[in-house]
């Protein structure tokens, strides 16, 4: 088994996918300002700076603690229902937190505990509006099983109506810490964490939440 570890190396701040977009970009500009465009460069330099920005990639201080089931997006929750369609590992019912990630959020995601992944499953779905409740289940997606100790929790890294390409950098049988990075959704899009109903919540329908950063439940 292979383990993801966060670094302490310097790493740009932003996603490597996004500089297929970026660095395009700035060479266009820069030529059109040498063929005497510089309203055209200017535009296409303002366009590179917000792809920039869309890309971004900052590096957060994960907070210490156990049983913590952080936020694998930034954005806002947007529904906290009970989610009976499964059990998890000890049998228990499980309750859905989605989160809603628009255009001005970081959209790089990140693991929401320390533990194994069990599985990797892509479905190819529509391409609804991302804040939808039915989003979460019509919408192309791919579904991260989460395997510890305290118990399972899943996260469904959900295409929205821009949103054309889920990025998962992680697979069956890797062990990662919580808070690392696991991929990258383009665009808006959406994230549902599925937890054991018995975590003591932390958040509430319409907070902000951070990746990495924000606690969204407690394990008992």
């Known amino acids: ?27 266009m500009s820069a030529l059109l ?26 590096e957060r201080e994960i907070p210490p603690g156990e049983r913590l089931v952080l936020s694998p997006a930034d954005g ?46 892509h479905r190819p779905g ?23 100790p305290d118990g399972d929790v899943w996260v469904k890294l959900i295409a929205g109506l821009l ?4 990025v998962c950098r992680i697979g069956q049988g890797q062990k990662v810490g919580g808070g690392e990075r696991i991929g990258l959704i383009r665009f808006g899009s959406r994230v549902d964490c599925i937890l054991p109903a018995t975590a003591e919540l932390k958040v509430r329908r319409g907070q902000a939440v951070r990746g990495g950063l924000t606690v969204l439940a407690i394990i008992p």
Not at 33 to 47: A, H, K, M, Y
């Open 1 to 27: 088994m292979t383990e993801l570890r966060e670094t302490r190396r310097y790493r740009l701040p932003i996603e490597r996918d996004g500089l297929v977009f970026v660095l395009p970009a700035v060479g």
């Open 33 to 58: 300002f040498l063929l005497r465009f510089p309203w055209g460069g200017t535009g296409v330099l303002l366009l590179a700076a917000f792809v920039a920005y869309f890309f971004r990639d900052p």
């Open 76 to 121: 806002h929750v947007v529904a906290i229902k009970p989610f009976p369609d499964w059990r998890g590992a000890f049998g228990e019912s499980l309750v859905r937190v989605s989160i809603f990630l628009s255009v001005l959020d970081v959209h790089v995601t990140r693991a929401p505990l320390s533990s194994l992944v069990n599985a990797v499953t």
């Open 126 to 148: 529509r391409f609804k509006a991302a804040w939808a409740e039915e989003a979460s289940e019509a919408n192309e997606q791919t579904l991260i099983h989460f395997a510890s």
């Open 163 to 166: 949103a054309r390409r889920i």
